[in-house]
């Protein structure tokens, strides 16, 4: 059976009764696991990132960021209410700090987001306490806006024990038939781990179905009480109602698999949704297995992965410390910097111009 995976995300908005009645529903549409985000507005973008538009209005992302920041508090008392319906409590960090607190609070599985695949920081510090853990948490990575040597590298760091892939489109909605589903059994078979799908589309049943046939061990999908309310995800997100008719039929072609076999049940699963959707949809939605940034998402590529961002303005001549520049997504209008894996190379280093805060540290910025 694959692990259903509700991500409610920050959809809770800060609050504890709604992020508990978000859990319920999932749970009661069949959930195993409910995953939220450990959010810290700085530890993910500088606040000269740019605007987001909202059924509210356009404010800063930034700011949107910086409301949806919680105590520990917040965290341990969803687990504990997920616990106490028997299912999964996932969380994704977002940087050093979040990270060290979500592992004190002890998570089923510590969830890496796609634009946190090249944190080298994030990951070196998950590493380095999994090392030390007599007894590995359980890590699922997920791959959206990467190249295959993105994911080689973040596995080299984090090793594969406990560890899953989730196949990922990251545009929001991301095109059902850009989905490359075919990869899921390319990338298990690459790195000798259990692999998923975070489905970004809006189709409920679609994706997450003809992951099932391409060995899909994880199904991830965002939910929402409503399309329309001002989360940051909710415009992609299913309604409870939907996410239960994904798990059904997720189910439903699990039952497939185990009664005609693998390879005659694939068949089946194919055929039947070649024949609500097409044979070419479905052809086009398991794609051809190699790995490749997607056409909706190639924009994205290097502006949602981390890169390193000037924090204040600073002058020539300035030495370069760790105070001074953070590994950010850069998202909306800032200019893209350098890799978060040559950090440690410019500290100590003299700017050779003057510098704008939230601008990406090039390695042209200093003196030889």
Same mark, same amino acid.
Request: with cysteine; glycine share 6%; net charge negative.
């Given at each position: 059976?694959?692990?259903?995976?509700?991500?409610?995300?920050?959809?809770?908005?800060?609050?504890?009764?709604?992020?508990?009645?978000?859990?319920?529903?999932?749970?009661?549409?069949?959930?195993?696991?409910?995953?939220?985000?450990?959010?810290?507005?700085?530890?993910?973008?500088?606040?000269?990132?740019?605007?987001?538009?909202?059924?509210?209005?356009?404010?800063?992302?930034?700011?949107?960021?910086?409301s949806l920041e919680?105590?520990?508090?917040?965290?341990?008392?969803?687990?504990?209410?997920?616990?106490?319906?028997?299912?999964?409590?996932?969380?994704?960090?977002?940087?050093?700090?979040?990270?060290?607190?979500?592992?004190?609070?002890?998570?089923?599985?510590?969830?890496?987001?796609?634009?946190?695949?090249?944190?080298?920081?994030?990951?070196?510090?998950?590493?380095?306490?999994?090392?030390?853990?007599?007894?590995?948490?359980?890590?699922?990575?997920?791959?959206?806006?990467?190249?295959?040597?993105?994911?080689?590298?973040?596995?080299?760091?984090?090793?594969?024990?406990?560890?899953?892939?989730?196949?990922?489109?990251?545009?929001?909605?991301?095109?059902?038939?850009?989905?490359? $589903?075919?990869? #899921?059994?390319? =990338?298990?078979?690459?790195?000798?781990?259990?692999? !998923?799908? +975070?489905?970004?589309? %809006? /189709?409920?049943?679609?994706v997450p179905v003809?992951?099932?046939?391409?060995?899909?061990?994880?199904?991830?999908?965002?939910?929402?009480?409503?399309?329309?309310?001002?989360?940051?995800?909710?415009?992609?997100?299913?309604?409870?109602?939907?996410?239960?008719?994904?798990?059904?039929?997720?189910?439903?072609?699990?039952?497939?698999?185990?009664?005609?076999?693998?390879?005659?049940?694939?068949?089946?699963?194919?055929?039947?949704?070649?024949?609500?959707?097409?044979?070419?949809?479905?052809?086009?939605?398991?794609?051809?297995?190699?790995?490749?940034?997607?056409?909706?998402?190639?924009?994205?590529?290097?502006?949602?992965?981390?890169?390193?961002?000037?924090?204040?303005?600073?002058?020539k001549g300035t030495?370069?410390? $760790?105070?001074? #520049?953070?590994? =950010?997504?850069?998202?909306?209008?800032?200019?893209? !910097?350098? +890799?978060?894996?040559? %950090? /440690?190379?410019?500290?100590?280093?003299?700017?050779?111009?003057?510098?704008?805060?939230?601008?990406?540290?090039?390695?042209?910025?200093?003196?030889?």
């Open positions: 059976m694959s692990l259903i995976v509700a991500e409610i995300g920050t959809s809770h908005d800060g609050s504890l009764e709604k992020a508990k009645l978000l859990t319920d529903k999932a749970i009661e549409a069949g959930a195993d696991a409910v995953k939220f985000q450990w959010v810290y507005a700085d530890e993910i973008l500088h606040p000269k990132t740019g605007f987001v538009n909202l059924p509210t209005g356009k404010i800063p992302l930034f700011d949107r960021f910086k919680c105590d520990i508090s917040f965290y341990e008392e969803m687990k504990n209410y997920i616990h106490s319906k028997n299912k999964l409590f996932v969380c994704s960090p977002f940087g050093q700090r979040s990270l060290r607190e979500l592992i004190s609070i002890s998570p089923d599985i510590i969830k890496i987001a796609s634009p946190e695949l090249n944190h080298s920081k994030l990951l070196t510090d998950l590493a380095n306490f999994r090392n030390k853990s007599s007894q590995k948490m359980s890590v699922i990575l997920s791959s959206g806006v990467s190249k295959l040597a993105d994911i080689e590298k973040a596995l080299e760091i984090l090793g594969t024990e406990k560890v899953s892939l989730l196949h990922c489109i990251t545009s929001y909605p991301a095109p059902e038939k850009e989905y490359n $589903l075919k990869l #899921i059994e390319n =990338l298990s078979s690459i790195f000798g781990v259990d692999c !998923g799908v +975070s489905d970004h589309s %809006l /189709d409920p049943v679609l003809l992951s099932i046939s391409c060995g899909s061990k994880i199904i991830e999908k965002h939910i929402t009480l409503s399309k329309k309310t001002k989360g940051l995800d909710d415009p992609v997100a299913l309604t409870p109602e939907e996410f239960a008719a994904m798990v059904h039929a997720v189910h439903q072609s699990e039952t497939v698999l185990r009664h005609y076999g693998a390879s005659l049940g694939k068949e089946q699963i194919i055929n039947q949704m070649a024949d609500e959707y097409g044979k070419e949809m479905v052809s086009q939605v398991l794609g051809t297995g190699i790995k490749k940034l997607a056409p909706s998402e190639k924009d994205n590529y290097s502006r949602t992965n981390r890169s390193l961002h000037y924090l204040t303005d600073l002058k030495c370069i410390g $760790l105070n001074d #520049i953070a590994i =950010l997504r850069t998202e909306k209008e800032l200019s893209v !910097g350098e +890799s978060p894996f040559v %950090l /440690d190379s410019l500290l100590g280093k003299k700017l050779s111009k003057d510098v704008l805060a939230g601008s990406g540290v090039l390695f042209s910025d200093f003196m030889n």
